[in-house]
């Protein structure tokens, strides 16, 4: 199988074409919207609680990105639902590129990962549990408005 | 009036000079179209570059030793080379910085922190890289000046009918422009913007980053203030860029970085600063990058400025007309006459970046991205754009394998 | 515990990978005793840079194709280089910039300017480098804070017990020092200052530009919350260099240089940071000359820090020494085991310019002047010294020649 | 001849070890410091004007360099003396080169015109003369006190 066959592979295309997950929830428990830097993409990630505010019930995602991103997010949703906030805020990457399960480049990792991070900053500003690093150092802007 | 011939250059020949293309990707020979966000580098811009560190290299400006004054010699003269190459009046008026970025940051810090305030308007554009933007929004921001822009239309050229709204709101203080646009390749009209501004008593800035490789520059016929350009787009190493500045400008401004080689003289409650253009190179400069650049810029010159130019009208041309093939392809910009070597364009349903990975596979390299003009992105309705930008060492078939490949990606994602 | 014998370097052998040790000048071979001034490169850096460029480079960090993950794999490999040369405890903490003078900039002006104002005391030493002096003076200045400094005794070394006094004049925010001075040698108290620093609710400064070629570094032992390096100095090109910071100091401060690849997204009206490092990394970095500052690590890691450190003790000892033979002789600093291979001194009623201008008809090259360090000019009563300096490629031989040669200064000037 | 017999010939020397000139003169008609940044030497120049205000009747000057800003010095005080002040403020730099007669370095040539740098300040300051271009750029510091 080629480089080229392996990356978009038929479970990802699938994905990409058919997102789980895809749209937007009404008043949603947890909610935060993540960027890109490298290509601009952007993704608003949407979370429903169970009654005892701990477990996730309904993840959505809205947002434009390429295959890779929108693939793993759709994957994403399917990943968490039912795992308790707390487990999914320290939940290693390797848990969703084994899901994805191809080798990506620094890069294409990038997309791949924008959906879970931005899952956790949701978590983090609705729950308090911690910061995924790479959004830590983000802190700060400037805003004209 | 004697007839002459357009200057011509022989890309397959000046391919050679790259050691870059000695190599196979996938399998396949190496079609860089990401030119615009850097250039390669020549085997005579690395060689020298080698060369003077193995025989030549000492800290500058200091030595009295003989190691040193070869040293300094080699660095100033880069430095009459890039005065020669925007055509500046002198060359105590050339700085030399990291990059065009951070020249651009030098003038916003070292003018704007001192020279803007509430009431003043610092005027961009619409097509602006980040690197002319954020500096002027975040001096803005520090010192109470308005941040306003100058829109484009759908063709992607300045609205200079907005300027009068502009000059209506508050004192035009700064005007900042890029001479070519590196997401459409524009050239804009930077003369008509520089009167404009010395109308409203405000100091004009050219980001030449883009425009540097790719056409003969000259601050005097442009009349702008203060000019910025970068090596590494130029053939020339990174960790090298320079900033032109108007002569009296230069004099009045404070320092930006501060440190060694950039005083007169330092005492524990005052310290007084050095001569133009010492006064804005503080620390170790990039000698050896400075070397290169100048090496680079000779390489450019040699080739003949004008013959790169033509040259590149004839690949955008091309690839207009080729990238018009594809269905859903819409190409972003001005027409071939109006624009350097630089095509942005969207396939519709498929994102960039899933193209830009196709075509890698098939040799082809492109950027996927919003080529650090996100504003622009904005304004065209997409968050990014896959483009394909051309250099001296760019043939035609290189555009043809960019097509071939692109019907590929439609196969493949359509 | 088992006994250790000291490591140790073989100079004369590791003189030929150094190519400008094969030139003569005056027809005589070089004596380079200017290291603390800048390093030599060996053909490992060259070949290295060479070889990058030639067949891996490209803009980093955004391009998709293979050429570009090359480019980037290899710039971060070197972020990762320095981050294991200092001991940090992330590679997220390491900046790369053009310079330590650079490096200490960026402190000065994104942590200073928002977290000084008056009643704040910012505390240097007198024995600073100008890059490490002249930035705190400024923000200092320009957000009215006092600018204090603390002495050194006549041995050129910190007086320690200047500090209650300094804390007793108002809330010491900054405490910067280097490491290693320039001048003198001095290994300065870098982890005292630090405790005592916390204990004001200071930050502490460390310029390591002297002493990161000499000797292993810790910023973890060291205590410290910035730590500033540069790869001329140690063997690497021009054009690099590298800040450390505390992660949380990192993520709560400004960025410094505003423009591309240092945003997460630009509109109009807001502009939000990227993430650690990149937030402090505007523009296209020096990506080949980043790669050649790895490279210079390996090289200067891979003969080791230690016996280096132990060869200039070797070399200092026997440089002071001989030194002493010579009438009217003053040499300043502390003896040969606190300090780094550097010998300052005066040589009554000649001055230094002239005193190296003779030297250098002899082949040996060695700097005449102040050295960037006014302040402790001053303090030493002269308006320049003669500076010998020492690296792993100097043998005794030349400090043997460094004292002929002054024998010969004292026949024709004295 | 060696090089280094020429950069130290017998006038040089002379001159440096008996500089013309040396010292300070009182109430002076123009006066100005002057530092080479290179290596941190300073000299004070001192001028006594003819009661025309235009002829310079006498110059001074005080401070420490090396044999070749002191050498250098020396004989610009008996060069500019019976010249006009406009004369002295666009004397080519290379008609005192001329009287010193060496090849100099870039470095060393900062030596050899300090004097005659800071000579053309102290006119500027006294009588407007058009300022060297080299010390246009130097405007500005940083006081603290
Ligand atoms: C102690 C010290 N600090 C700072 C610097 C400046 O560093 P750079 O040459 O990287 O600008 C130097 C070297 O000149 C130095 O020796
Ligand atoms: C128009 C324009 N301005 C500024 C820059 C930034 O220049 P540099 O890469 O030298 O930081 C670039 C290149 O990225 C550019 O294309």
New binding site residues.
């Given amino acids: 199988m080629s480089e080229f066959d392996q990356l978009y592979r038929e479970v990802i295309l699938d994905h990409y074409r058919n997102p789980r997950g895809h749209g937007e929830l009404d008043r949603p428990d947890a909610e935060a919207e993540g960027q890109n830097p490298l290509c601009g993409d952007e993704v608003t990630i949407y979370v429903r609680l169970a009654p005892d505010g701990e477990t996730i019930d309904e993840v959505k995602f809205s947002g434009r990105g390429c295959a890779i991103s929108q693939a793993a997010t759709s994957m994403l949703t399917e990943l968490v639902t039912g795992r308790t906030a707390t487990e999914v805020a320290t939940l290693p990457k390797d848990e969703l590129l084994e899901e994805i399960g191809i080798p990506l480049t620094p890069v294409r990792l990038k997309c791949a990962l924008l959906g879970l991070g931005t899952l956790k900053v949701a978590l983090h500003k609705a729950k308090g549990t911690p910061l995924p690093e790479e959004w830590a150092g983000m802190a700060g802007d400037l805003d004209l408005r | 009036m004697a007839v002459t011939a357009k200057p011509k250059l022989d890309a397959h020949r000046l391919r050679a000079d790259f050691p870059v293309f000695e190599q196979l990707f996938h399998g396949k020979p190496l079609s860089y179209l990401d030119s615009a966000s850097s250039a390669q580098k020549p085997r005579q811009v690395l060689d020298t570059m080698h060369e003077f560190y193995a025989t030549s290299y000492a800290n500058v400006h200091r030595g009295v030793y003989g190691l040193a004054e070869r040293s300094t010699e080699r660095f100033e003269a880069a430095r009459e080379t890039v005065r020669a190459l925007v055509n500046a009046p002198s060359s105590r008026e050339v700085i030399f910085t990291r990059s065009a970025t951070e020249a651009l940051n030098l003038v916003a810090y070292a003018w704007g922190l001192d020279n803007l305030g509430p009431g003043d308007l610092v005027v961009v554009t619409e097509l602006e890289h980040h690197s002319n933007f954020v500096p002027w929004q975040y001096v803005a921001k520090r010192t109470g000046a308005a941040f306003r822009h100058i829109p484009i239309d759908d063709a992607g050229e300045l609205q200079l009918d907005a300027l009068d709204g502009l000059a209506a709101e508050g004192r035009v203080k700064v005007v900042a422009n890029n001479l070519v646009s590196n997401s459409l390749g524009t050239i804009n009209p930077v003369e008509e913007l520089a009167a404009w501004a010395h109308e409203q008593g405000a100091i004009m800035v050219v980001d030449a980053a883009q425009a540097a490789p790719h056409r003969a520059l000259d601050v005097q016929a442009l009349g702008c203030d203060f000019l910025a350009l970068s090596s590494h787009k130029l053939c020339g190493p990174t960790g090298a860029g320079a900033l032109w500045g108007r002569r009296d400008l230069l004099e009045q401004m404070s320092p930006f970085n501060l440190?060694?080689e950039m005083i007169r003289s330092v005492a524990l409650d005052r310290t007084s600063w050095n001569e133009l253009p010492y006064k804005f190179e503080a620390?170790?400069p990039a000698i050896g990058e400075a070397v290169g650049f100048g090496a680079a810029i000779d390489y450019v010159t040699g080739i003949g400025l004008e013959a790169i130019e033509e040259h590149e009208h004839m690949l955008v041309a091309h690839a207009l007309e080729r990238l018009a093939e594809i269905p859903g392809l819409r190409a972003f910009g001005p027409p071939p006459e109006r624009r350097a070597g630089i095509v942005s364009f969207d396939i519709e349903g498929i994102h960039p970046h899933d193209v830009a990975q196709v075509l890698d596979w098939e040799g082809v390299a492109v950027r996927a991205g919003h080529h650090c003009t996100q504003p622009l992105m904005t304004r065209l309705g997409v968050a990014a754009t896959t483009r394909a930008s051309f250099y001296l060492y760019t043939v035609p078939e290189e555009i043809d394998r960019l097509v071939e490949g692109l019907h590929r990606v439609k196969k493949v994602l359509g």
């Fill in positions: 440190g060694g620390g170790t």
